[in-house]
């Protein structure tokens, strides 16, 4: 069987010349700020450059560790969810969220800074242009610090498989997934009556992973059990609930 590959990242020489990019344009951004810094406004808005090196130098240096750096996956372990006695696997976060933590607050840092000086230089425009990008690019590392926008993990109880990941939870009862099956990196789970799939949003909208209603692909990259085994794991489970015999009313 030949499986199709998922690497969709650069390779290390266009990660190097990205880098390398990086620091040309940071030093443009320095060189900027040393020259126009006649007042704050100013010298926030010559900053710009100064700020996107920075982003390009820590998003090919985060690639460059991405792929040197991969955390082992937490085996799975036996715990209490919601009552419930369940099998928890654990999903290893991204090694390179730091760095995206980093882009974000720079990217919302400097967005909030040209607001202060705009609003301070009596100009109310600024603060108001500037009030949802600023707001936006704050909210993941904020959602993050709070434990609302997490790689997460799945629960398979008794009775129900619940996964989380990314600011969303989804659950889905085994009694209704009519079969589940390995696709790339994920497990996709079919219900019988797509219907009863619940959503429930853990971080708001903008800040939470999009909700596709009536699916249920459960990214399993990160967890200790391959998809083709972790599938066939849900598949087993479902057919054992399936086949008990129904009390009567």
């Known amino acids: 069987m030949v499986r199709l590959s998922t690497q969709q990242t650069p390779g290390p020489v266009v990660s190097v010349l990205g ?11 320095v060189s900027s700020v040393v020259l126009y ?4 406004f100013t010298t926030v808005w010559s900053s710009l450059m100064l700020v996107l090196g ?6 090919y240096t985060s690639l460059l560790l991405v792929k040197r750096v991969q ?3 937490s085996p799975a372990r036996d715990v209490t ?19 995206s933590n980093c882009i974000f ?5 400097w967005f909030l800074a040209l607001g202060i000086v705009g609003l301070l230089d009596g100009n109310w425009v600024w603060p108001v242009l500037v009030a949802i990008p600023a707001a936006y690019f704050l909210g993941f590392p904020v959602s993050r610090a709070f434990g609302r926008f997490r790689s997460g993990g799945v629960w398979v109880t008794k009775s129900r498989i619940v996964d989380e990941n990314l600011g969303l939870r989804r659950e889905i009862d085994l009694g209704n997934v009519k079969t589940a099956f390995d696709v790339l990196d994920a497990v996709k789970v ?9 959503y429930k949003r853990l971080s708001p ?18 967890l200790a059990s391959s998809p083709e085994r972790f599938a066939s794991d849900l598949r087993e489970r479902a057919l054992v609930v399936q086949n008990q015999p129904r009390r009567r009313r």
Do not use: Y
């Open 19 to 29: 880098l390398l990019l990086g620091l040309v344009v940071t030093g443009i951004g």
């Open 37 to 40: 810094h006649d007042d704050p």
């Open 54 to 59: 920075l982003v390009v130098s820590i998003s």
């Open 71 to 73: 955390p082992s996956p």
């Open 81 to 99: 969810f919601d009552g419930e006695s369940a099998r928890f696997f654990p999903r290893s976060a991204n090694p390179g969220t730091f760095m």
């Open 105 to 109: 607050v720079l990217l919302g840092g």
């Open 190 to 198: 079919e219900p019988e009556d797509p219907s009863g799939i619940r």
């Open 205 to 222: 909208r903008p800040w939470c992973a999009r909700l596709v209603r009536g699916e249920m692909l459960i990214q399993a990259k990160g």
